[in-house]
């Protein structure tokens, strides 16, 4: 019952009209030659494999799950996955933004980026699969030795082997200093690790011949905590040095976890056992690695979350219009019909536009971030690529908590719609909203994600990125805070901006006296940006629909109409989000522990 048409149209919206991105691409060599009709043509095909391919399977997947043969330690993900995933690599599709030395075809992050919100509103648990292969890739392609490059990268890049994180163990999550898997140096120069990790995504299929894991672990000699860590290239097949497979590594799935959602991918509790591996980087400097996975998993995480949103829309919408129940208040709009569809109800519009807007303001704002992503790998300019590093830092943390956050309020939002019907499998509405849940806890739950924002990235450097991303925001505003028809968006636009800091100062000069200050204000703070960048994007898309009114195409009066909700139902939010990160840390310490 469920359905799904890829929003190719916002996508051309926000890459070619909002973005520039034909000019943006312009001044990166390698994607100088890119052009709009090339990308346009590539996503409408990813739009196709997703729609077609992999949404039939996300109901069915979810119902069925994996399956663990306890005695061969083999994981069979449900019917229809592998099937999909060689026709996933027969496209061509893991090399897309992949690089070319390793047989990737070069596009830019841009564009992967839009791919995979489209193949995760399909189905996320299918392309969490292909989704870590991307943080694996990238941390070898930055940290790998010459020979683990050529041995792994071409092989992740096709397709025809996957990637995992084995970062988490049963005792610590977050705080990886915690981790006792040892690794022992051999005297041909691997290492034998042996300890067990749990939570592992895609940890173990038959979808591919090899797995490529990623794996934590410390050497005799370490130091404690985090300094202490190293990473490792562990894979599930020793892999000789022409490339060909030898023998099973020490190295399996002990169990399954028994999850809420993501049912149909194999998150898997790993049992190393004297596996032979390599390492990667430098000794103890593996969180270096490390880090360069996580980043990418934390704007891929905020994505499945887009992708989910994108989708709950799309069907709450097409539910609404359909299903009939009461009279509008204000009369009859169904004359003709013993009831009005629900989409004549004011707060039936509320969620739905909640929805909407979540997904869009999300799409822009991951879009934009990608392109700086490009911008910083490619740009000739170092000052270029040093202020677009330092914009994607500051906008990562954000991408991760805030769409992941808005994800499980728009697909709460998209099943309420549906009344008991949301609460019904065969719907599709109910896995969405379990699917989601995950995206706010895993690759750092969203508390660490607000501290890292405003510890690290704010108050960290003074606010330099915060000032760099502010003043964007400031210029936006004194050029465009001349039109009268952009009153009611840059109003609100420049208040907020100001407010953000004078709050920052202030959260600040708290800290220097009590570091848990930080603690009580930062998801109430990091919320509150969040909204500062949707309503920077907001404006600008405005801005455009404004300006192509006059074309009769409807979607410039959809944007408009979103845009409007957004500043007045949606950013008023930060009003109580800036009260109660000014309330401070003693609401929550005072109170001794025995009373709890």
Excluded at 41 to 61: C, D, H, R, T, Y
Excluded at 367 to 376: F, K
Excluded at 444 to 449: D, E, R, S, V, Y
């Amino acid at each position: 019952m469920p359905q799904y048409n890829p929003p190719l149209r916002d996508m051309q919206f926000v890459l070619h009209e909002l973005l520039d991105i034909g000019s943006v691409l312009k001044a990166l060599p390698p994607h100088a030659e890119t052009d709009a009709d090339t990308i346009n043509a590539v996503l409408e095909e990813g739009g196709k494999f997703a729609a077609e391919v992999l949404f039939p399977l996300n109901l069915s997947g979810d119902a069925e799950g994996c399956t663990l043969d306890k005695t061969t330690h083999e994981v069979t993900p449900p019917k229809g996955f592998k099937q999909a995933y060689a026709q996933y690599v027969e496209g061509g599709w893991p090399a897309l933004s992949c690089d070319p030395e390793y047989g990737g075809q070069g596009l830019p992050h841009t564009v992967n980026q839009c791919f995979y919100e489209m193949l995760n509103s399909a189905n996320q648990a299918w392309t969490m699969y292909p989704g870590l292969s991307h943080g694996a890739y990238e941390a070898l392609h930055a940290h790998g030795t010459p020979e683990q490059k050529a041995l792994y990268l071409p092989k992740l890049v096709s397709g025809e082997w996957t990637g995992t994180m084995c970062l988490t163990e049963p005792h610590c999550g977050t705080d990886l200093g915690l981790l006792r898997t040892k690794a022992e140096p051999q005297a041909d120069g691997t290492y034998r690790i042996t300890g067990q990790k749990i939570f592992i995504s895609a940890g173990e299929h038959d979808m591919v011949p090899n797995i490529v894991h990623l794996v934590l672990a410390r050497l005799p000699d370490a130091p404690a905590g985090s300094k202490g860590i190293s990473l490792f290239v562990v894979p599930k097949f020793l892999v000789a040095a022409d490339g060909t497979l030898g023998g099973r590594n020490g190295i399996h799935c002990g169990a399954l976890e028994h999850k809420m959602g993501i049912h149909a991918n194999a998150t898997c509790q790993m049992i190393l056992d004297g596996a032979v591996g390599t390492l990667v980087g430098e000794p103890n400097k593996g969180l270096q690695a490390m880090f360069v996975m996580m980043n990418a998993a934390r704007l891929g995480v905020g994505n499945q979350s887009l992708g989910l949103t994108e989708v709950a829309y799309q069907n709450a919408v097409a539910y609404a219009k359909d299903r009939l129940q009461m009279r509008a208040l204000s009369g009859p709009k169904a004359t003709d019909k013993p009831a009005d569809p629900i989409i004549v109800h004011p707060d039936v519009r509320k969620m739905l536009l909640t929805a909407r807007a979540f997904a869009e303001g999300g799409r822009a704002l991951a879009c934009y971030t990608a392109l700086q992503l490009d911008i910083e790998l490619n740009h000739p300019d170092e000052d270029a690529r040093r202020a677009a590093a330092d914009e994607t830092a500051l906008l990562t943390p954000i991408i991760k908590a805030f769409l992941t956050d808005n994800g499980w309020l728009a697909t709460s939002h998209c099943m309420q719609v549906y009344g008991g019907h949301g609460f019904i499998h065969e719907w599709g509405m109910e896995q969405y909203v379990r699917d989601a849940r995950i995206n706010m806890i895993y690759e750092g739950t969203n508390t660490i994600q607000s501290l890292d924002l405003l510890g690290r990235k704010v108050l960290g450097d003074n606010g330099k990125k915060l000032k760099a991303f502010g003043k964007k925001i400031a210029e936006f505003v004194e050029e465009e805070g001349v039109r009268e028809d952009m009153q009611e968006f840059i109003n609100p636009l420049a208040d907020l901006g100001d407010k953000v800091t004078k709050l920052t100062m202030e959260i600040g000069m708290k800290a220097m006296a009590n570091p848990d200050e930080v603690g009580s204000a930062a998801v109430d703070y990091l919320r509150v940006v969040g909204h500062l960048s949707f309503a920077y994007f907001f404006a600008r898309m405005a801005k455009l629909a404004l300006d192509k009114q006059g074309s009769g195409d409807p979607f410039y009066a959809a944007k408009l109409h979103t845009a409007r909700f957004y500043f007045a139902k949606l950013l008023p939010e930060t009003a109580t989000l800036i009260r109660t990160a000014r309330a401070g840390v003693a609401p929550l310490m005072a109170m001794d522990e025995a009373l709890f």
